[in-house]
């Protein structure tokens, strides 16, 4: 049976991310973590020049200190949501989420934990190359055409049909230059067979360190069916999403040599980044979001 869609339209995804939200802050002041604030509303001290209109009146009464509440362009950071949209991310069809479809919500999760620090964010599209690419604002103009490019990957219209992450990480590289934070959602599925792939992605993502940028990178997968690869024990049609390439067979035939290869790939990956100091985390699709506000809460707070 086809589940449910868990996302249904954009207004269902918006008020998703916002009900993701509020849980995981409401849940935050009973934790044991510390440094995070449900309200997020940054000030600054009044200096000789400021707009009187600008002073905040309920701090002034509350404190007898005059302070003025930052603005969209006072920002105190620039954040750069990098979506990857190749055909695997579109995996699995017909079930309540796809990879892309959860990556879409929590990307719109951390779209209102950033609104409420008053930070900017944008948001980039890549599969072999950049798609979409809406820079870093704190307005409402800019977050509705972030919701208005989820809408086509919704719709699952014009997708792109390969993927080169290596060539999207260098134009990435490239095109943001002024320094800030980067979180990427991928899969790590690559249209191109490259045997010193984890090699060659270091050497991609240091193009953005040497940039000075602070980077996550949220690793994407359904884990039962993609790293553990539990499928029933009987002739089965796979079918390659990027390459339409098929094999008929039984799982049990192969699947201890996936596992093997898959966990192999994915550690060289992650020993990788953390020899440079990037931040991996592997989320699986079936969980909740929690992991991923935390992550970037955490990361948030030691940029400051």
């Known amino acids: 049976?086809?589940?449910?869609?868990?996302?249904?339209?954009l207004e269902h995804l918006d008020l998703?991310?916002?009900k993701i939200v509020e849980g995981y802050l409401i849940g935050l002041h009973k934790s044991p973590y510390h440094g995070f604030s449900a309200e997020f509303r940054e000030h600054r001290i009044f200096n000789s020049g400021d707009p009187i209109k600008s002073i905040d009146q309920?701090?002034?009464?509350?404190?007898?200190?005059?302070?003025?509440?930052?603005?969209?362009?006072?920002?105190?950071?620039?954040?750069?949501?990098?979506?990857?949209?190749?055909p695997s991310m579109f995996y699995p069809k017909n079930e309540k989420r796809s990879k892309a479809d959860f990556s879409m919500v929590a990307i719109a999760s951390l779209m209102h934990l950033l609104k409420k620090q008053r930070d900017a964010y944008g948001l980039i599209t890549f599969s072999n190359q950049l798609h979409e690419v809406i820079a870093p604002k704190l307005t409402e103009s800019n977050r509705q055409r972030i919701?208005?490019?989820f809408d086509k990957y919704i719709a699952q219209k014009n997708l792109p049909n390969s993927s080169n992450i290596l060539e999207s990480i260098h134009q990435l590289a490239h095109h943001i230059n002024k320094r800030g934070l980067i979180v990427i959602f991928t899969d790590f599925f690559d249209s191109n067979?490259?045997?010193d792939f984890d090699?060659?992605?270091?050497?991609?993502?240091?193009?953005?360190?040497?940039?000075k940028h602070e980077i996550v990178i949220f690793h994407v997968?359904?884990?039962?069916?993609?790293?553990?690869?539990d499928f029933e024990n009987k002739p089965t049609e796979f079918i390659d999403i990027e390459s339409g390439e098929s094999v008929r067979i039984p799982s049990m035939a192969i699947q201890a040599e996936y596992q093997k290869s898959?966990?192999?790939?994915?550690e060289k990956i992650k020993n990788k980044c953390k020899q440079i100091g990037v931040d991996f985390v592997s989320v699986d699709i079936d969980e909740d979001y929690k992991k991923i506000l935390e992550t970037f809460l955490r990361k948030r707070a030691k940029i400051g």
Not at 60 to 72: E, G, I, N, P
Not at 199 to 211: A, D, E, G, P, V
Request: proline share 0%; aromatic share 8%; with cysteine.
């Open 16 to 18: 998703l991310a916002k």
């Open 262 to 266: 898959v966990s192999l790939k994915i």
């Open 58 to 86: 309920k701090v002034l009464a509350r404190t007898d200190r005059l302070y003025v509440k930052k603005f969209d362009e006072e920002t105190n950071l620039r954040c750069h949501l990098v979506l990857d949209v190749s």
């Open 199 to 211: 090699l060659q992605f270091s050497k991609s993502i240091q193009q953005l360190l040497f940039k």
């Open 147 to 149: 919701f208005a490019t």
């Open 193 to 195: 067979e490259i045997e």
């Open 1 to 9: 049976m086809i589940e449910i869609k868990e996302i249904r339209s």
């Open 221 to 229: 997968l359904k884990n039962n069916k993609e790293v553990q690869f």
